[in-house]
């Protein structure tokens, strides 16, 4: 959640967004687009993420911070784990790196590859199904106006042939009436 007053990134234009931390939802005032404040702040450039992602998707940065007692994924904003309470101070991960063997280690950041690379995995999946839903609806979009391009096309074929219909009607009349006279 949003903890102090900032600015964020809108996530559709990229402009700077003021907030307070009472905001539940705010409007980027370029593009007009409703963000919903439900995630963390990049603590680099104050990007917006909504969603749990290892990387920011502006600069790069770590978003996460691995609580080094229960393994647990916290945000770098966070002084405390919000598993299991302990301190995430960076001397005392350092500490406890130190005190462990290289296969602890090795063990250790072939788990945390495995839950960073499924909350990728889980963050590529949600972008997929969301640009999927994107494409749908512009799909759907480009078959309700080929639709009515169609449906105007035979409205005006129909205006025509009538047309044709009709003056070929009056010259055959004309054509009638000129022999008959």
Same mark, same amino acid.
């Given at each position: ?95 406890? @790196?130190?005190? %462990?063997?290289?296969?602890? &280690? ?6 945390? #590859? *495995?839950?960073?690379?499924? +909350? ?25 106006? @080929?639709?009515? %391009?169609?449906?105007?096309? &035979? ?6 042939? #009538? *047309?044709?219909?009709?003056? +070929? ?13």
């Amino acid at each position: 959640m949003i903890e102090k007053e900032d600015e964020i990134r809108c996530p559709s234009c990229r402009n700077s967004v003021h907030v307070r931390p009472s905001d539940s939802e705010v409007q980027c005032k370029v593009c007009s687009d409703t963000i919903l404040l439900a995630g963390h702040l990049c603590p680099d450039c104050s990007t917006y993420h909504e969603n749990d992602e290892f990387l920011c998707r502006n600069c790069g940065s770590t978003l996460s911070r691995i609580c080094q007692n229960c393994r647990q994924v916290n945000w770098p904003g966070h002084e405390f784990c919000t598993s299991c309470s302990e301190l995430l101070d960076l001397f005392s991960q350092i500490a406890t @790196q130190k005190e %462990r063997s290289t296969s602890q &280690r090795l063990q250790e950041h072939m788990r945390d #590859a *495995a839950g960073i690379k499924q +909350l990728e995995e889980t963050a590529s999946a949600n972008r997929m199904s969301k640009m999927l839903a994107i494409e749908e609806r512009r799909q759907t979009e480009i078959r309700k106006q @080929q639709a009515k %391009r169609k449906q105007g096309e &035979r409205r005006m074929f129909i205006i025509v042939g #009538a *047309a044709i219909g009709f003056f +070929l009607l009056v010259a055959l009349v004309l054509v009638i009436l000129g022999s008959l006279s």
